[in-house]
């Protein structure tokens, strides 16, 4: 089930990026074309049979992780600045990449990097979940790297999340609300994911589906919004 959905998941993104290639080569919002590609990147990371060839080929230290991580970063930070400046959010776009946004991502990326350095990531492991060294202090490293590289999405989305509702409430064309409304799940789901470590054991599978909707949320949100753009630029050719 979880396989289905990570592939699915998978699709989904690359078809939209394939969708995106024309308007690309136009020099028409590549950054809107970079967003899907990187994400679908990072959902390939995130698949077991891929992680595990992908990392053997880097020496079987995890590397890979970190790559994803860093994919992931890239994908909020693009996504929510573009998303907040397609909103005209003056206030979420300061949090982003304001002062306050730079110290946070800069935070981030110190506190992803050190635990990573510092543990014994010896022996691909998808998630980081079956390493060898088990030893208490290992354990610990890479429970504070997972907690940094899931804070990050989760800062952008609470960013984000005030003005996809308000927009949701807006009088727009019903499409940008649709994608709007989408956004706002894929928000939702990535401030969950942050508190996903505290679920029993015998539901922590559900980190897969918050995950998953999460990613589904932000490419189907975009992708909604920016054919609601579309439609509305060829509208009044018709006229």
């Known amino acids: 089930m979880i396989a289905i959905l990570q592939w699915t998941t998978l699709a989904v993104c690359a078809l939209v990026a394939v969708a995106r290639i024309p308007s690309a080569l136009r020099g028409e919002n590549r950054s809107i074309f970079g967003i899907f590609a990187l994400s679908t990147f990072a959902i390939m990371l995130s698949i077991s049979t891929i992680y595990l060839v992908v990392d053997a080929w880097l020496g079987a230290e995890n590397y890979a992780n970190l790559i994803l991580r860093f994919l992931i970063y890239g994908v909020v930070l693009l996504a929510g600045y573009k998303i907040a400046k397609g909103f005209g959010a003056q206030r979420s776009m300061w949090f982003i990449v304001g002062p306050v946004g730079r110290t946070v991502l800069a935070l981030v990326v110190i506190a992803t990097v050190v635990p990573f350095l510092l543990a014994n ?40 999340l005030p003005a996809t509702i308000r927009t949701v409430r807006s009088r727009l064309p019903k499409l940008p609300r649709i994608g709007a409304a989408v956004l706002a799940l894929g928000a939702c789901a990535m401030i969950l994911l942050s508190f996903s470590e505290l679920l029993p054991r015998p539901l922590a599978y559900l980190q897969y589906f918050i995950s998953s909707t999460a990613v589904l949320g932000l490419v189907l949100g975009l992708a909604l919004m920016w054919l609601g753009r579309v439609l509305a630029t060829k509208r009044p050719a018709r006229t």
Not at 121 to 140: A, C, I, K, P, Y
Not at 146 to 153: E, M, N, Q, S
């Open 121 to 160: 990531t010896t022996g691909s492991s998808t998630g980081l979940g079956t390493l060898s060294d088990q030893s208490d202090r290992n354990v610990e490293l890479i429970r504070l790297y997972t907690v940094a590289g899931r804070f990050y999405p989760s800062y952008i989305a609470a960013c984000l």
